[in-house]
């Protein structure tokens, strides 16, 4: 599975594999998978369904699957950031989900979802152990139980290079022996840029058995690096052959079997550059500085961990980082290394977590309301303030004059600035940027929402001249208009929703009765406005209810207009503009 690139959808699928001897068969052995595909990387929930689901399925058929559908169908609904017990296969599993808006490459930001963020932060805040907008800055992201120290092990003095590709969404090929091994070790990077979504296309085991890895291979060299995912996980070397100019090659995991097969196919074709090199290197030192000059090809005459970039990095390694991650003693039982191993991922995760959150921070005020401007009057039910505009060249001179923030200079040394500035062109940050925005102005609104529902009209009238209250008027009517325009069909029957169209309507009919003689008539004359402030039945004609609960004078000065209408020689009746439908019949009609 992977993140989606130009629109595109991925499953994401977890596999269980079982291998069997078998001199019988050509490969010499049988080998069957049993895999779980979702939709979204739900990986605390999916991985431990697996381990239970894979050897039950060897063991006993057709029927487990059945079994597990029916848990999963008595499951409640998920709940994001809760840790939840879900019954399946006679285990609870204990798994704690990931909020939509950290999941790779997640576009449904469902109206709904952003008033669930906001339930409980109705303040805008932000800071490196804090959170924005409702989005919990200290998660873990898409892979919240992974291992990433033992994903990464043999790489940890890499680990803020590492970061700052995948920030910037540059090309990686991560070669590992074994598909558990490269798909962990896809993860772990994605983990690292956690709680930034990373946006780009990924595929965590990428084969040269996959229908586009050939559709990519047929293009010409420069459109190959354009089209091919930005985070591969592979464990054919020949790949190292195909994408001899790849910009970063990574390396982990330990040697296996397996990766003998693609090794003994490509090493012929540099035996003899393999021959000219042991002939006359004797060390150590050589030998690693003929790796170095070979780059990733080394690879196809041993497996080693490492990291091979096309260009140096921009910041410098964090050097309490490393001090702090504990290596595996020499003799070390299991229990004790699980423990190592999970307050190293630990102290990992909270790192690049802080750094992260730390990075991201100047971009905040432009999720908060722009400030207005003074001298400019603004009737408070108008509608929500805007937010901040964004504009890249003053935000990078603002940056150059005052520098990026004293917490990131601090931490690291390096060209904040270029970093920024790459940063602004990526994928990451044009969807997380326009996520947050989307977030931040249904916050804005709902707060807004809220006041306005509480303004009395009846003493806002009185400080209005003619001019502001023919402009209160058309403002209330977008606003009828937009409330109903942004609930769905099943919305419309809510308590809720009705008592905020009643209250609007209330509020058109008292800014009616405010307006002069001369402009209430053609108000009247167009039926489709005149729905909209007494409401329509289901046949598009005026609620007689609504009528009644009208002031004595408004509902004659109504009544005579209607009369008025039907009469052919009315001049205004003839003048009269086309009345749109009424906007509650046009939706239920939609």
């Given at each position: ?538 046949d598009g004609e005026l609620d007689e209810d609504a009528m009644g609960n009208l002031s004595p004078h408004l509902e004659a000065i109504i009544r005579e207009a209607r009369q008025g209408a039907s009469g052919s020689g009315s001049a205004r009746a003839v003048a ?15």
């Amino acid at each position: 599975g992977g993140g989606g690139r130009g629109g595109q959808e991925f499953i994401y699928g977890y596999v269980f594999c079982r291998q069997r001897r078998d001199p019988r068969l050509p490969r010499g052995a049988h080998q069957s998978s049993c895999v779980l595909l979702s939709l979204e990387p739900l990986h605390s929930m999916l991985h431990k369904c697996l381990l239970l689901l894979g050897p039950k399925y060897f063991d006993e058929g057709n029927a487990v699957l059945a079994d597990a559908m029916t848990c999963v169908a008595e499951w409640p609904d998920p709940v994001p950031e809760r840790t939840l017990q879900l019954p399946f296969l006679g285990s609870v599993l204990n798994v704690r989900l990931p909020h939509v808006s950290v999941l790779n490459g997640s576009k449904r930001l469902a109206l709904s979802t952003v008033d669930g963020l906001h339930g409980k932060h109705e303040n805008l805040s932000f800071g490196s152990q804090g959170s924005a907008l409702g989005v919990n800055w200290q998660g873990s992201g898409p892979f919240p139980d992974l291992d990433i120290y033992i994903a990464l092990q043999g790489v940890t003095g890499h680990l803020h290079a590492l970061w700052e590709i995948m920030l910037l969404n540059e090309p990686l090929l991560a070669v590992a022996p074994s598909p558990g091994a490269c798909s962990s070790a896809v993860a772990a990077l994605i983990s690292l840029v956690a709680p930034l979504p990373y946006s780009a296309d990924f595929r965590p085991y990428f084969t040269v058995e996959d229908a586009e890895f050939h559709t990519f291979m047929a293009r010409g060299s420069s459109d190959v690096r354009r089209d091919l995912p930005r985070c591969m996980g592979v464990t054919n070397l020949h790949f190292l052959r195909a994408l001899p100019d790849f910009p970063n090659t990574l390396s982990v995991g330990h040697d296996c079997n397996a990766f003998e097969s693609s090794r003994m196919a490509l090493r012929h074709l540099s035996s003899s550059q393999d021959r000219s090199v042991r002939g006359g290197v004797t060390s150590r030192l050589f030998q690693g500085l003929a790796d170095r000059m070979k780059g990733p090809a080394s690879l196809i005459s041993e497996h080693k961990q490492g990291l091979w970039m096309r260009s140096k990095p921009i910041l410098k390694a964090d050097p309490a980082l490393l001090a702090s991650i504990q290596p595996f003693p020499e003799t070390c039982g299991s229990s004790k290394a699980a423990q190592i191993s999970a307050a190293n991922t630990a102290t990992i995760r909270r790192h690049f977590a802080e750094l992260t959150a730390m990075f991201l921070e100047p971009f905040v005020p432009f999720f908060r309301p722009a400030p207005q401007l003074q001298g400019k009057q603004k009737l408070a039910f108008a509608g929500p303030q805007h937010l901040m505009d964004f504009n890249r060249k003053s935000f990078v001179s603002d940056m150059r004059r005052d520098g990026p923030p004293a917490a990131l200079q601090k931490r690291l040394q390096g060209d904040w600035l270029g970093l920024y500035e790459r940063f602004m062109d990526t994928t990451n940050f044009q969807a997380w940027f326009e996520q947050q925005r989307t977030i931040a102005q249904a916050h804005v609104r709902r707060n807004w929402m809220r006041q306005r529902m509480r303004t009395d009209m009846s003493t806002v009238i009185p400080q209005l001249d003619e001019i502001q209250l023919i402009d209160a008027f058309a403002t209330v009517e977008r606003q009828l208009y937009a409330e109903i325009d942004s609930h769905s069909i099943d919305d419309i029957q809510s308590v809720h929703f009705r008592q905020n169209i009643f209250k609007l309507q209330r509020d058109l009919q008292l800014l009616y009765q405010a307006l002069p003689a001369e402009l209430q008539q053609p108000i009247l004359m167009n039926r489709g406005r005149t729905s909209l402030m007494l409401g329509a039945s289901e046949d598009g004609e005026l609620d007689e209810d609504a009528m009644g609960n009208l002031s004595p004078h408004l509902e004659a000065i109504i009544r005579e207009a209607r009369q008025g209408a039907s009469g052919s020689g009315s001049a205004r009746a003839v003048a009269a503009p086309s009345p749109p439908p009424s906007p509650l019949a046009r939706r239920n009609s939609s």
